[in-house]
């Protein structure tokens, strides 16, 4: 929803003023309002200072904070914060409303942030994200999959409705020429408990340059944002692109650990090296606390000796370097591509062996174990 003209905008703002100012004095008259009005009040005044998380922001859900003595002013509310959000800014960037549950409790536990690397193209890294998104919503985790690769096959993938041109994405929330934030840009997908931080496309590849010459501070910029949604959801996946660039020093210093995907492969102990050492200077400069919590191998050919050969070599590099291997791998199938851009999950699938649906259940629930025990 778009507006033509800021005069437009500025009649909804001063209606919603007035709005408050008449709720403001039957809130006097009526305790029971005071609180819900008081929550409103609190949440405009202190939005730059503390954006709210996506969920709870949502314009649909302002209409439940006030009481049904004010149900001839919840339009006027409504409307108007909807317009404060979703007016295109100086950039021309659109936002796209979110259908999201409700989220209002204090979470007990943490939010897990998993970075998916490997500097290596074509070993499956987002078909990997889609489907650990998918096993991880069916163990009732409320997941935000993030997809920092300017080529955004992810948010292709995931993004229902479909993503319209020029879109936000976290080209903006990362860009210090936007005035967008991450909670501004997550959209749904066709799973409830799965959302998305669409790609951006080429933007994304200009924010790339963009911090090859941002001054300090630059490597924590998805890390800040992910800090305004830490509340909402249980696990973020971070789709990397295929290069150790800036974006996936910022997947690196923001995430708890990394799953690697690799293949059964010549050539795959070298890119594993070469990624390992780069989670070792991260970890050294960044973000201590970052691990390892597995290998895991993809598209594997079990019946070929090429394959269990360098399953073998991988399996080496990593009882070395104590890295925990993800047993048994994930088999080429062309079923779980096919399931991925048909944007269904293995278990939607006609035709999908259950055999790789409980796989995968069981990879996630080995990742969430591996970071809830500190796995190196």
């Not at 259908?99 to 943490?110: D, G, H, L, V």
């Not at 300090?216 to 789709?239: H, K, T, W, Y």
């Not at 995430?255 to 293949?263: F, K, R």
């Amino acid at each position: 929803m778009m507006y033509r003209s800021t005069d437009n905008v500025l009649s909804y703002l001063f209606e919603a003023k007035e709005c408050v100012r008449d709720a403001k004095a039957a809130a006097r008259s009526t305790p029971s309002s005071t609180a819900t009005l008081a929550c409103f009040v609190s949440s405009s005044d202190t939005r730059r200072s503390r954006r709210p998380s996506a969920i709870s922001r949502h314009p649909l859900e302002l209409a439940t904070r006030f009481s049904q003595q004010h149900a001839s002013n919840r339009q006027h509310l409504q409307t108007a914060r909807y317009c404060q959000r979703h007016q295109p800014n100086r950039h021309g960037w659109q936002c796209q409303p979110l259908t999201a549950p409700t989220i209002s409790e204090k979470r007990e536990t943490i939010m897990h942030i998993i970075a998916i690397a490997n500097q290596k193209g074509g070993v499956g890294k987002t078909a990997t994200a889609f489907h650990l998104a998918n096993a991880l919503a069916h163990a009732g985790h409320r997941v935000l999959l993030v997809d920092l690769d300017p080529q955004a096959n992810a948010s292709s993938l995931l993004a229902s409705p479909p993503l319209v041109e020029n879109q936000a994405g976290v080209a903006n929330a990362l860009s210090a020429h936007s005035d967008l934030s991450l909670p501004d840009i997550i959209t749904t997908t066709m799973w409830d408990r799965v959302f998305l931080a669409p790609s951006g496309g080429e933007a994304l590849a200009g924010v790339r340059d963009e911090l090859v010459i941002a001054g300090p501070g630059r490597e924590a910029r998805l890390a800040e944002q992910l800090a305004l949604v830490e509340d909402d959801f249980d696990v973020v996946l971070i789709d990397c692109a295929p290069a150790l660039d800036l974006l996936t020093s910022n997947a690196l210093a923001a995430a708890a650990g990394v799953l690697v995907v690799t293949q059964s492969k010549l050539l795959s102990t070298t890119g594993l090296a070469h990624l390992l050492e780069t989670v070792g200077v991260v970890r050294h400069y960044l973000n201590p606390a970052l691990h390892v919590v597995g290998v895991l191998v993809n598209m594997h050919e079990a019946s070929t000796v090429a394959g269990s050969h360098w399953l073998d070599d991988v399996r080496d590099a990593c009882r070395s370097k104590g890295l925990p291997l993800f047993d048994p791998p994930i088999p080429r199938r062309v079923v779980i591509s096919d399931a991925a851009e048909a944007q269904k999950g293995l278990d939607e699938y006609p035709g999908a062996p259950v055999g790789l649906v409980d796989l995968y259940d069981a990879h996630a629930r080995t990742i969430i174990a591996n970071l809830e025990g500190g796995a190196e």
